[in-house]
């Protein structure tokens, strides 16, 4: 008994306002009227791979120092107000940009947009916060990396092995050495350069008025001065021409594991880059995916597979260069050379083979119910908006991006596997303690 | 300039959604809630499986764990790559996972999509087949599976904990031994669906877009035809909690101490049960607590200290953790003491409390403020007896 897709192409609808401040600040308002609930996030267009050299992790080290103080505003101060109106708030640093949210019951949004432009305006430095805020990162550092099997495997061993420059290569957690040696007047220049209105986006979405934003807006961010914003360098690399092949050891880890990365085109170029998005899925969503079947259900040589575009593992907000990255992990009894063979097999099928429409139309079809789900929160909702407008200039995409997917093709999926040759990649191995 | 912090608005007051409930003659519960929004509906099914004490509770764990692993990869009509592919093409997910107490189902579809899943759920259910190689080859990639949870640090401290609350009881084992995994054969995962995947005990809720009559209906036209009967188990009382010395295990090399405290906390039914709630805030359940101010934002010795509290059915409790550098393991452990001490003898400010209150009524609100946080919330009250409202 065949199950049928569903007849009705599922469709998100929300009203998006869009304006800019003389300031250069841009604005995108999604009104919803159904939860009394609203989210704000501010995204500055500055991540890792602008860092300068000597100064590894120092655009995630600033992050934790927007948290520390501000114009107004003492340290904790930031998290008592927005926690003791009963919300939630976070950062994060990514490869091509660093953001800071909140979600908060409604009635605290004039509140919290109050405390974001309050940062925004300048962020208060001092020696303490910075040595307690280096010796925190190097605990998460610790946490998440040094004391975690496959800690940091691969969006930080897959990197030097990818890539050439600096900016693309280099460990944007950061080297110990070059935390510590991070000085305030960094810190002030770093905010300078990049944390300029110009340079930003704000969203505000859920049970909002987008009037009532946009003069709480003006009257909290309109006074910031405006800052001359340097225009983005290109961070684009010649591609690949033989593979590169790299090992690291993982004395925690108690089986091997392996890392395949590809650079796939400019994800500014959608039509070009979507069928990739659609092609990573075909290959690992779920146990109808080329190599879960293949590799989990027939081979049975793995322990699990996963594959993602994106250093980061999110396709949608990463700028070029970027990779599609297959990762496995397997038994020490399974030759890695095994794995890597069998990954290759069932890439050169579907290049040479194809795959059919309905293949694409079920895998498209999960895509779809995944992104709406993801949009569904408030908190989703903004920070895809904020990703759309800081890196296309259209927070529209919100809307348009399940009927983008819908018009990928089986031919431009198998043509893009196509270019997922052995000549243009990098495979990394993790290698347990135990096979030394 | 000095600019003015704006004073909130008047807080809306929160609604409580309606829940339409209704029951079919198998005896399955069934909750629906409207929530329109993205095309979607959230599915989840808790299904009662609580676990002996002693040796046949870590047989049993065993044998849930690996049941909850392969119920997925066959039916009596479909194999593990038709039902996915079947699955995709409704744009729906739907997984099984279990603890000491239930078996869980959590799905989300495309919501014109709503009455296939609820077939495929039907299916799994009463043809479920455990066919015998797919049972052997994730049985084999459970166990590797374990080997790889067990190489971190967090979950070393946290068995150890749990033994030590716990015993003999079943929950003790977060994750079961590997050894009792090999030993877990296809037939009996047969024989232990049979007796336990019932509808007797069991609850579904649905939340989306959907309108409850219409989501009734179309649970009752899919799951009425599984009317397998059995006994309602229910979890042995847990051990009292002693205080006990610190366990110290040894870790070589480890660049951090993984810090981890528990013990035994109210019931949400308890008089004391808010008033915990707000003192597990005040202590370390958030950000602007006394703990991460003094160990984290003061001290520097860790990121991510935290306590929070959980409600297992027979017992609910509270748990602390935070990963310090390992030269600083002394003096956290010092200040998390001298915190500890200082909530149980120095009255809590009024501004602390009115924050920790306000955060506790906030979250609530945002918890329940999309479809998958709203299905969360309403089928663990349920299936913990408790009612939304």
Redesign the interface.
Known sequence: MPTKTPARSPRASFTVDREQLSNGLRVVVLPDRSSPVVSVAVYYDVGMRSEPEGRTGFAHLFEHLMFQGSANLAKTEHFTYVQGSGGVLNGSTHVDYTNYFEVLPSNAAELALFLEADRMRSVALTEENLDNQVAVVQNEIRVNVQNRPYGGFPWLSMPPLLFESFANSHDGYGSFVDLEAATLDDAQSFFDSYYAPGNAVLTVAGDVDTDQVMRWVNEQFGDIPGREVAPLPSFAEPPLTAERWGVVDDRLAPAPAVAMAWRVPDPADLPSYLPFVVLAEVLTDGDASRLQERLLLKDRIATSVGGYLGIMGDPLDARDPTPMMVEVHHASEVPVRTVVDTVDSELSRLAQDGCDEDEVARTVARMTARYLRDVDPVLGRGTHAAVFEQQRGRPELLNELPVLLAEVTAEQVAAAASTLGLDNRAVLELRPAGDA | M??L??Q?????A??VPTVTETALDNGLRVLVLR??????VELRLRIPFAAPSGKRGRAHVARVALLSDTM??GTE?RD??T???????????LSVGADADRLGFGG??????LG?LL??LAELLTAASYPKR?VR?ER??LV??L??H????GVVAREALLARMYGNHPYAHDLPESDDVDAVTASQLRSLHTARVIPAGSVITLVGDITPARGAALVAEALRGWTATGDVAVTPAVPEQEGRRALLLDRP????T?VRLGGAAPSRTADDYAATTLANLVFGG???SRWV?NI?????????PHSGIDHPAAGSRLFAGA???TDVTAPALLETLYELGRMATVPVEQDEL??AR??A???M??S??????LAGQVSQLAGSGLELG
């Open positions: 000095t600019r912090v704006p909130l608005a008047k807080a809306k929160f609604k929530r329109p929004g993205v095309p979607l997925l990869l009509r593990a790559p039902l996915a592919r079947d699955l995709q093409s409704l744009g729906a997910t989300s579809v495309l919501s014109g999509g296939g077939e495929l797919e080859g084999e990639r590797q599976e080997a790889i067990r190489s971190s640090a090399g480890a660049v951090q993984t958030y950000f602007s101010s984290r934002e003061d001290k520097g010795y860790t990121y991510s990963d310090v550098a009115d924050r306000q955060y009524l906030g979250t609100a945002l329940t403020a999309s479809q998958a946080g």
